[in-house]
């Protein structure tokens, strides 16, 4: 059993912050990377930040300078800091980590079931 659990959506006004959280919870052997998504009505789900160990690191070229992603790996958790935040960020996003369940368990994706980020005056 693995679980995802994100925190920390809600509604901020532009220029505003936000800290998402996701802990992930349950059989964990190893984490291959962590990363957040997000998806705005009528459009696909695109990549917004992803880590992998020891700590490389990707973003979307719209967020960069202004999101950062880190993880915790003795909790298991993965942060994304939104700083100077615009009406375009306003998506659900999603948690996605990469994970062996067991020794010898193929590296799979799991997914949170995502929370709200509204950006609005």
């Known amino acids: 059993q693995v679980q995802l659990v994100e925190s920390g959506g809600g509604l901020a006004q532009p220029g505003g912050s936000l800290r998402l959280s996701c802990a992930t919870s349950?059989?964990?052997?190893?984490?291959?990377?962590m990363g957040w998504y997000r998806q705005a009505p009528g459009k696909q789900r695109e990549l917004v930040a992803a880590?992998?160990?020891?700590?490389?690191?990707n973003y979307a070229d719209s967020v960069k300078g202004r999101f950062t992603i880190s993880r915790d790996n003795a909790k298991n958790t993965v942060y994304l800091q939104m700083n100077s935040l615009k009406p375009e960020d306003t998506a659900v996003y999603y948690c996605?980590?990469?994970?062996?369940?067991?020794?010898?368990?193929?590296?799979?994706?799991?997914w949170g079931k995502g929370t709200l980020v509204t950006v609005s005056s």
């Open positions: 880590i992998v160990s020891p700590g490389g690191t």
């Open positions: 349950g059989n964990i052997f190893s984490i291959n990377a």
């Open positions: 996605n980590v990469v994970l062996r369940r067991y020794f010898g368990d193929p590296p799979k994706d799991y």
